[in-house]
């Protein structure tokens, strides 16, 4: 309960523009608020009756924001327990959580779906323990040679994230969901968005890590970094938190946890931001890169003062369950089009008739859009509209991920090349933005743990504590990828040189992430240089919710000069 009214003071503080200035009032003020929330959550997960419990973790369900996903109730038996492979990594501290301990349904599939906090419930063949799709694939010769033809499970070369069998591949090929279609539509334009050819010549595979970089090149580098910030981007980022009056209502329900909180409160200052900008006008056409779920763009409909008047065109590569969309099926005046397309490949010259029948003002938008995508989107919309009479009048975007930036497609290369950068020191850029947002090289998980666990220090010699691989780092806090330790760990080094070499040279957790936010600010820059010189729009980089809702919350904002705010 404690580590619940921890996050609720920070979301409260946040809300309030509160400072952390703990008087008496401030204290019985936000006590009371805190208690009144947790009471309301812990009312729907108390343990029922007959051994039954509800599953609901952090009070995400089916809100805006959350999973979507209804909890089940399920049955708890003594000495029910997960599989040791695939089940949940800590039984007895989840049991000690009041989650329900599980164990896959009789003729089930035995694989444990972590992001679904269930066993898969697909059926299994007799005797067999997982469905077709989480069979693990052979690695060995003799594994292969093992199984008969007929039972041997294969990446589909469509899309490697599912298997078939091998001897119906052929079947396989002519009704896969992944299949590329064979006309393609005529706002695909392969790799029309991808970026500057390569240069002739070999081609690089091996990209120089922050391990393999002498300490002499990563202090060169660091300086460089610094004497770039401070040139052209330090003092120059404003923070402006900003609300939308259409999100009010649902920001003040007591049901929701500081995860689905996070997010309302990044859409409301989007929208204020659309809003302050002139964005929010009838007749636009609103288009959302990486659009997801479309969280975003169901919000901007409610803060539209006549959304009829408008287009909505959500663009993503994956397809999604549990849309926003969907809940605006019935409302048969507004125009949205949701198109299932690798921005690299989107021509908005062929998105007929949105773009082509008539002059329209298009606003692009995107809530973090990871790394290249980033890139990618703007390249979509500064190159792609030159054939059409429509006329791009905003640009809105939400930066994250700058460790997952490629050199490719990134559109800030003129600029860094201009500061002494090379394809080389980019690579190290992009690793050392991860120092920011997980400066210390430890999982969320393991850092919750120092928390709850007073005892956990004295487990952080073990290798096995000190760092993770890169899968394991949190996606959505910009992860370790590409960072010092977790290049360690894919290279076999040792640990302990790695935090020798942070000693040496004086690299501290702290420093580490001041340099990594600098660094995610310059390729920020470069970005904004680009987009200065390729439009007619009044360019702005912004912090646009705090720190203490997300480590990811600088924002592009491109306006025209006469709708500036």
């Given at each position: 309960?404690?580590n619940?009214?921890?996050?609720?003071?920070?979301?409260y503080v946040?809300?309030?523009?509160?400072?952390?200035?703990?008087?008496?009032e401030?204290?019985?003020k936000?006590?009371?608020?805190?208690?009144?929330?947790?009471?309301?959550?812990?009312?729907?997960?108390?343990?029922?009756?007959?051994?039954?419990?509800?599953v609901?973790?952090?009070?995400?369900?089916?809100?805006?924001?959350?999973?979507?996903?209804?909890h089940?109730?399920?049955?708890?038996?003594?000495?029910?327990?997960?599989?040791?492979?695939?089940?949940?990594?800590?039984?007895?501290?989840?049991?000690?959580?009041?989650?329900?301990?599980?164990?896959?349904e009789?003729?089930?599939?035995?694989?444990?779906?972590?992001?679904?906090k269930?066993?898969?419930?697909?059926?299994?063949?007799?005797?067999?323990?997982?469905?077709?799709?989480?069979?693990?694939?052979?690695?060995?010769?003799?594994?292969?040679?093992?199984?008969?033809?007929?039972?041997?499970?294969?990446?589909c070369?469509?899309?490697?994230?599912?298997?078939?069998?091998a001897?119906?591949?052929?079947?396989?090929?002519?009704?896969?969901?992944s299949?590329?279609?064979?006309?393609?539509?005529?706002?695909?334009?392969?790799?029309?968005?991808?970026?500057?050819?390569r240069?002739?010549?070999?081609?690089?595979?091996?990209?120089?890590?922050l391990?393999?970089?002498?300490?002499?090149?990563l202090?060169?580098?660091?300086?460089?970094?610094?004497?770039?910030?401070?040139?052209?981007?330090?003092?120059?980022?404003v923070?402006?938190?900003?609300?939308h009056?259409?999100?009010?209502?649902?920001?003040?329900?007591?049901?929701?946890?500081?995860?689905?909180?996070?997010?309302?409160?990044?859409?409301?200052?989007?929208?204020?931001?659309?809003?302050?900008?002139?964005?929010?006008?009838?007749?636009?056409?609103?288009?959302?890169?990486?659009?997801?779920?479309?969280?975003?763009?169901?919000?901007?409909?409610?803060?539209l003062?006549?959304?009829?008047?408008?287009?909505?065109?959500?663009?993503?590569?994956?397809?999604?369950?549990?849309?926003?969309?969907?809940?605006?099926?019935?409302?048969?005046?507004?125009?949205?089009?949701?198109l299932?397309?690798d921005?690299?490949?989107?021509c908005?010259?062929?998105?007929?008739?949105?773009?082509?029948?008539?002059?329209?003002?298009?606003?692009?938008?995107?809530?973090?859009?990871?790394?290249?995508?980033?890139?990618l989107?703007?390249?979509?919309?500064?190159?792609?509209?030159?054939?059409?009479s429509?006329?791009?009048?905003?640009?809105?975007?939400?930066?994250?991920?700058?460790?997952r930036?490629?050199?490719g497609?990134?559109?800030?290369?003129?600029?860094?090349?201009?500061?002494?950068?090379?394809?080389?020191?980019?690579?190290?850029?992009?690793?050392?933005?991860?120092?920011?947002?997980?400066?210390?090289?430890?999982?969320?998980?393991?850092?919750?743990?120092q928390?709850?666990?007073?005892?956990?220090?004295?487990?952080?010699?073990?290798?096995?504590?000190?760092h993770?691989?890169?899968?394991?780092?949190?996606?959505?806090?910009?992860?370790?990828?590409?960072?010092?330790?977790?290049?360690?760990?894919?290279?076999?080094h040792?640990?302990?040189?790695?935090?020798?070499?942070?000693?040496?040279l004086?690299?501290?957790?702290?420093?580490?992430?001041?340099?990594?936010?600098?660094?995610?600010?310059?390729?920020?820059y470069?970005?904004?240089?680009?987009?200065?010189?390729?439009?007619?729009?009044?360019?702005?980089?912004?912090?646009?919710?705090?720190?203490?809702?997300?480590?990811e919350?600088a924002?592009?904002?491109?306006?025209?000069?006469?709708?500036s705010?």
């Amino acid at each position: 309960k404690n580590n619940k009214i921890l996050d609720f003071l920070q979301i409260y503080v946040v809300q309030n523009n509160a400072k952390f200035s703990l008087n008496i009032e401030f204290c019985k003020k936000f006590i009371m608020e805190a208690s009144e929330r947790v009471s309301a959550l812990e009312d729907g997960k108390r343990l029922t009756d007959e051994g039954k419990a509800s599953v609901d973790l952090e009070g995400g369900g089916g809100g805006p924001g959350g999973d979507g996903h209804h909890h089940e109730k399920v049955e708890v038996k003594p000495g029910n327990s997960a599989t040791p492979a695939e089940g949940p990594k800590d039984e007895k501290k989840e049991a000690s959580k009041g989650t329900v301990i599980q164990r896959p349904e009789a003729g089930k599939c035995g694989f444990y779906v972590q992001r679904k906090k269930r066993f898969c419930r697909m059926v299994v063949k007799p005797g067999a323990q997982y469905c077709g799709e989480h069979t693990p694939l052979p690695v060995t010769e003799h594994e292969i040679g093992s199984k008969p033809i007929s039972e041997l499970r294969v990446p589909c070369p469509y899309d490697p994230k599912h298997t078939c069998f091998a001897s119906r591949m052929d079947k396989h090929l002519k009704i896969c969901n992944s299949k590329p279609p064979l006309i393609l539509p005529q706002y695909i334009v392969p790799g029309i968005n991808s970026g500057d050819p390569r240069p002739p010549g070999p081609i690089k595979f091996d990209k120089l890590s922050l391990a393999d970089a002498s300490d002499e090149k990563l202090i060169n580098i660091i300086g460089q970094l610094m004497s770039t910030y401070k040139k052209f981007v330090d003092g120059n980022i404003v923070m402006e938190h900003l609300e939308h009056s259409a999100m009010e209502e649902e920001l003040n329900k007591l049901e929701y946890g500081p995860s689905v909180l996070k997010h309302l409160f990044q859409n409301s200052s989007l929208l204020g931001q659309l809003d302050k900008s002139g964005l929010l006008e009838n007749g636009n056409t609103f288009i959302e890169f990486g659009s997801g779920r479309g969280q975003l763009t169901y919000w901007l409909t409610k803060a539209l003062p006549d959304p009829s008047t408008c287009q909505f065109i959500l663009v993503d590569k994956a397809s999604h369950r549990h849309k926003f969309d969907n809940r605006l099926r019935d409302c048969d005046d507004i125009e949205l089009v949701r198109l299932r397309a690798d921005i690299q490949d989107l021509c908005l010259a062929g998105l007929s008739p949105f773009l082509t029948v008539q002059k329209e003002s298009v606003v692009g938008m995107s809530k973090h859009l990871c790394g290249a995508a980033t890139d990618l989107a703007i390249r979509c919309m500064t190159q792609t509209l030159r054939n059409t009479s429509s006329d791009l009048v905003g640009i809105l975007i939400a930066l994250c991920c700058h460790h997952r930036c490629e050199w490719g497609p990134y559109v800030g290369k003129d600029f860094l090349r201009e500061q002494g950068f090379s394809e080389d020191d980019f690579s190290l850029l992009t690793s050392i933005t991860s120092w920011y947002t997980c400066g210390s090289g430890k999982s969320r998980s393991v850092q919750q743990q120092q928390q709850l666990d007073p005892h956990h220090h004295l487990l952080q010699h073990s290798p096995s504590h000190e760092h993770l691989p890169p899968g394991e780092e949190d996606a959505g806090g910009g992860g370790g990828v590409g960072g010092l330790a977790p290049d360690g760990a894919r290279a076999g080094h040792d640990f302990s040189a790695h935090k020798d070499r942070y000693a040496r040279l004086q690299l501290d957790q702290a420093t580490r992430e001041e340099i990594g936010r600098q660094c995610k600010r310059v390729l920020d820059y470069g970005r904004l240089r680009y987009l200065q010189r390729t439009t007619d729009l009044q360019v702005h980089l912004k912090y646009y919710v705090d720190p203490f809702i997300s480590l990811e919350n600088a924002l592009i904002v491109c306006t025209k000069p006469l709708t500036s705010g």
